[in-house]
């Protein structure tokens, strides 16, 4: 799938763009499309931009969908969702860390401060998921929620490093003691090495994708009723 930043301006938008140049990616992003009727909204900022990107680089296909990188960030973007509607997107994926907070907490929150919606549905075989509707005068769009990270206790919040840190963990033999902040952790391995990273990750998409399983199942249901 290819991306259309909403402001390619952005700062998070400039760094996709630079690390996509660095993979020889360029094709990845789309910067003369016109406006798509499906939204991504990463609602943290760096790695969150990059992963996804590559996450849905390796899923293939010709659909291009448009991303944002919200204002209000973390559990605040669920203030703003039903304004997307008013550009008559009709699906809307909603990317967060977990942070500090239980998931149940965040599906709470959600389902109190995003206007307008309604059959909220928290995915059977993991909590990270849920799908919704959004209803804001006329418009109608579906909802897709992921929640970022894994169930590793030793590390004291859970973001979308999780993911990185143990896929490091299996492409590189890497000995990373999964403990602490996994942003700190993250941060610690040097912008050349997290390059080769996600060089490995393009080359190992079966294994890539088996560290991200919630991130999985929403895309592959933004692709329903989309071309291949």
Same mark, same amino acid.
């Given at each position: ?20 140049? $660095? ?11 016109? =406006? /798509? ?50 550009? *008559? ?15 149940? $907490? ?6 109190? *401060?995003?206007? &307008? ?19 804001? &005068? ?10 970022? &990270? ?5 590390? $004291? ?22 403990? &602490?902040?996994?942003? /700190?952790?993250? /941060?610690?391995? *040097? ?11 393009? =080359? ?18 933004? $692709?329903?009723? *989309?071309?291949?």
């Amino acid at each position: 799938m290819k991306i259309r930043p909403r402001d390619p301006t952005h700062r998070l938008s400039i760094d996709i763009t630079s690390l996509l140049r $660095k993979l020889n990616l360029r094709e990845t992003i789309n910067l003369t499309s016109p =406006k /798509q009727d499906t939204l991504i909204v990463i609602a943290n900022g760096t790695p969150d931009n990059e992963a996804i990107t590559l996450l849905l680089h390796l899923h293939n296909g010709k659909h291009t969908v448009d991303i944002a990188f919200p204002k209000y960030k973390h559990i605040k973007a669920a203030q703003i969702l039903h304004e997307y509607l008013k550009e *008559n997107y009709t699906k809307i994926l909603l990317i967060l860390d977990q942070e500090e907070w239980q998931i149940d $907490k965040i599906h709470e929150h959600l389902k109190k *401060n995003i206007i &307008g919606i309604k059959n909220y549905k928290i995915d059977k075989n993991t909590k990270r998921l849920a799908t919704a509707e959004i209803e804001h &005068g006329t418009k109608q769009a579906k909802l897709i929620i992921v929640i970022n &990270g894994l169930d590793i206790e030793s590390l $004291k919040k859970h973001t979308i490093e999780d993911h990185l840190l143990t896929l490091t963990k299996e492409l590189l033999q890497e000995n990373i003691k999964l403990t &602490g902040n996994p942003k /700190q952790l993250w /941060q610690q391995i *040097n912008k050349n090495k997290r390059l080769k990273i996600y060089n490995e990750m393009l =080359k190992h998409k079966n294994i890539t994708l088996k560290h991200f399983k919630q991130h999985n199942k929403a895309i592959a249901l933004i $692709k329903q009723n *989309n071309p291949k």
